[in-house]
Structures are given as structure tokens and as C-alpha cells.
């Protein structure tokens, strides 16, 4: 058995060359052995750090449009001008992007932009006057219309798909009333335009 004079005296004496070797060696070995476990740690959190921006930012859906209430802008717009507005029923699968009431070169407009199921455009354009100056401008010179009849109204069609420089009136629409003029146009198909079409038209006094 050892004793604890013995322990004491192996304790004071001077540590060997080999001793101070083995020392030194498992010193290394565990600060090894520490900075492999921290470097496996910070490549996880890395890693996971990248799952999540993938998940937050790259595979989230895009977020939907902010949808206007045009029906209830279009009953403040009545109200202020005192003539009737046009506001149609439109698929649910459509939504509105813009509904205002302003003003251009003195006349009064009315406007709603529809974004269609299929996200193309419309818009409706409703002008208080019968001025055909303020049509030119409002279809930027349009030229020659085609007359077409929908959902028993009058229309004059502009189709100017394939020309330059119309931006978002590539095709229209226009009939009027009494005390307006209404455009339809945009980038959509021919189903969704006539679709709004027979939309306004119910919204139109009926003909004499």
C-alpha cells in the first residue's frame, strides 16, 4: 500500500521528460478534440441559419395584392360629382388595384384598374364629358375604331395589340352615356374584355 508520505514525495518530485510529453500531448488532444466540437456546432447553426432565410425570404409565397374597395370609392365618387358612376360586378377571382376620382384638362374622371384572374389589366375610364379631344388623349390617339355590339350596347373597338408605344391600351372599348363617355382597356383577353363589357353594360341606363 502507498503511503501518503509516499503520495507527498511522488507529488514534490520533478516531473520527467516523458511525464512532461504525455502532459503536453493530452493537452493538445483535448484542445483539439474542443475545437472540433465548436467548429461542428458553428457550421450547424450556419447551416440552419440558411435553411431559415430560404424558408423566411426564397420559398414564401408571393404576398397578394392589396384589393381597393371600388364599390365603396365609387359610391363617394357619386356622391361627390352627383351623377351616376360606374362600378360592375366583376368575377371574385378579379381584383381592384386602383379606384379614384381626379381630374384631367378639366374634365372629371372616374377610374378603376382591375387585375384579371389570369394577372393581366383592365381598366375602366369614365369621363364626364363627350369631348373627342379628351378621348384622343385618353386612348393617345387611337385612330379609326371598329364598331362592335355587346350585351345589346354600342361599342367602338381599338385593337392595337403589336404596336409600339400604347403601353397598357393595347385593346379598348368605348360606348357612352347620356353624361359620359367609358373606356375599357388594357393588356387582357378578348373573354375578359368582353366579360367587362357586359359587366358595364349593366350598370348603363336602359335605352329609350
Sequence with gaps: MTSMT???SAADRPETPEEKADRVAEARRKRRANQTTRN?????????????FLVLVVVRPDPAPLAIDYVAAAAEAQASLGTAVIAPVV???WSANRAELAGSGG????????????RTFL????????EQSWLRDALRDPGEGEGVRIAEVDWQLYDRRGVDGVGLREIALVTSTAESTIVL????????????????AAELPAAD
Design 185 to 200: 382597356y388594357g393588356t387582357a383577353s378578348d373573354a375578359d374584355l368582353e366579360l367587362l363589357a357586359t359587366a358595364v
Design 123 to 130: 381598366g375602366l375610364l369614365q369621363g364626364f364629358t363627350d
Design 91 to 93: 368575377p371574385p377571382t
Design 6 to 8: 509516499d503520495a507527498n
Design 107 to 118: 374634365v372629371d374622371e372616374w377610374t378603376i384598374g382591375f387585375i384579371t384572374a389570369d
Design 40 to 52: 461542428l456546432i458553428g457550421s450547424l447553426v450556419a447551416s440552419l441559419g440558411i435553411v431559415l
